[in-house]
């Protein structure tokens, strides 16, 4: 397959990296020729001097703003190629195209999202697994020809995705509630630790860093990706402020006797149980059901090898770590990690690793009388 990439930042680039992989033939271009280059010489694919010589697939990786504009130029460029994108926003785009092609062109068009990322942006941070096991978005209609969407599929697949087709306005009011909406609450909780003592934010444990870990995100690429989904977003934002506005007057003193007024813990019980609720829809591991597992939290030194070593002994187990997560002990060179493994596991987990000499904080069979 020949693939030529117009945009070389972390989409682009990690997309040429595992074409690659599989043996393409890729061609890159992008109006930085430092970003160029160095998709190049990391390996993503080859510069493609006045562009590519008849690819089958273009691919339009640059940031949401342009990418209309480049799709257009690379349908009038490519007459015989299918030109897709990687932008995070659909409906608004195919419109934008639509705008500026003809039907005729427009029929070699579709629209794609692999829903992957990271907080880093660049060619520097491309990796060639990115979308490995990824949900793969293409938005194709009835009058998609077959074989065109058959080979964006086939591109999808060579990178590891998984493929799902889905309208584009469905696609945009997903992604608002699963993507666009969770970075801008990042945002704002990071936001409030500007301008926090240091004392304060010395205490932040895992939690804190779950909840802003992508509000490391580039501010510009982000403003283009709301703006492209605005509508979608504020729909989930109002929502989600009229239940903000209930916890805040919940949490109202009533009287000077420093108490809530009556009925408030029931409104604060309320909105965390609706979060248990959402929370336990998230899909589990590969995109199955949402599993309930045992967790097993070891301490371990923070010294070379430790973590090697513990995920060794668990695999001597022979038990299967379904999840893992790790904190850090403040003030003390001491890591906390919490191994998830299936329930039936838990107790055999536990015993083994307290005979290989690991420390296991109020461990069931400790509590059991067992050790």
Known sequence: MRVHIIGTGLLGASLGLALSAQQHRVTLEDTSPTAQQLAADLGAGVLAAGGSADPDIVVVATPPDVAARVIASALETYPEATVTDVASIKTRLLESVRALVSERDLDRYIGCHPMAGRERSGAIAARSDLFTARPWVICSDENTPVDRLGAVIAMAESTGGSVIHLDPRIHDAAVAKVSHVPQVLASLVASQLRHAPLEEISLAGQGLRDVTRIAASDPRLWTQILAGNAEEIRMV??????????????????????????????????????????????????????????????????????????????????????????????????????????????????????????????????KEGIA
């Open 237 to 366: 934002l109002l929502d989600l402020r009229t239940e903000l506005d209930e916890v805040i007057g919940a949490l109202e003193i009533g009287d000077d006797s420093g108490d809530l007024r009556p009925g408030a813990t029931g409104v604060i019980a309320k909105a965390i149980a609706m979060g248990n609720e959402g929370h336990d829809r998230i899909p589990g591991k590969h995109g199955q059901a949402p599993t309930a597992y045992a967790v097993v939290t070891i301490l371990i030194p923070d010294t070379p090898g430790s973590l090697a070593r513990l995920f060794n002994d668990i695999g001597d187990l022979g038990i299967n770590v379904e999840d893992f997560r790790m904190d850090h002990a403040p003030g003390r060179r001491l890591g906390i990690v919490d191994v998830s493994v299936v329930p039936a596991t838990q107790q055999e987990l536990e015993i083994g690793l307290l005979s290989k000499g690991w420390q296991i904080p109020e461990s069931a069979i400790e």
